[in-house]
């Protein structure tokens, strides 16, 4: 049975840091792209962060980018998100997901896998 779980969340204050982590059972081989995507209250689920786990190669929402850092641990099994220089507007649920897709956009329906969410709040 495929499952994700999220750990790492919790309150910090703004400029803070916090990384997430998302360990990974179940799969029969490496899935190509694992993401992070959060959903504040009353607003719709955005895709954070992806990674193609062949390869690397990483991708960002604008509003994140250089201070957050996507990264995957095969041998571990383990998506994780450094995030850094955190603000109030990055206050959400964070989800990991992934999908055996051969391409890795942040298109929610592509990905069948969902994690249940870590909450990540930040205050001013």
């Known amino acids: 049975q495929v499952q994700l779980m999220e750990s790492g969340g919790g309150s910090v204050q703004a400029g803070g840091s916090l990384r997430l982590s998302c360990a990974v059972y179940?799969?029969?081989?490496?899935?190509?792209?694992m993401a992070w995507f959060r959903q504040a209250p009353g607003k719709e689920r955005e895709g954070v962060a992806r990674i193609l786990t062949d390869g690397g190669r990483t991708f960002y929402l604008d509003s994140v980018k250089g201070r957050f850092t996507i990264s995957v641990d095969n041998a571990k099994n383990t998506l994780y998100v450094q995030m850094n220089s955190l603000k109030p507007e990055d206050t959400a649920m964070y989800y990991c997901?992934?999908?055996?897709?051969?391409?890795?956009?942040?298109?929610?329906?592509?990905?069948?896998?969902w994690g249940q969410g870590t909450q990540v709040t930040v205050s001013s």
């Open positions: 179940g799969f029969t081989s490496s899935p190509s792209c």
């Open positions: 997901a992934a999908h055996y897709r051969p391409w890795c956009t942040s298109q929610i329906s592509d990905f069948g896998y």
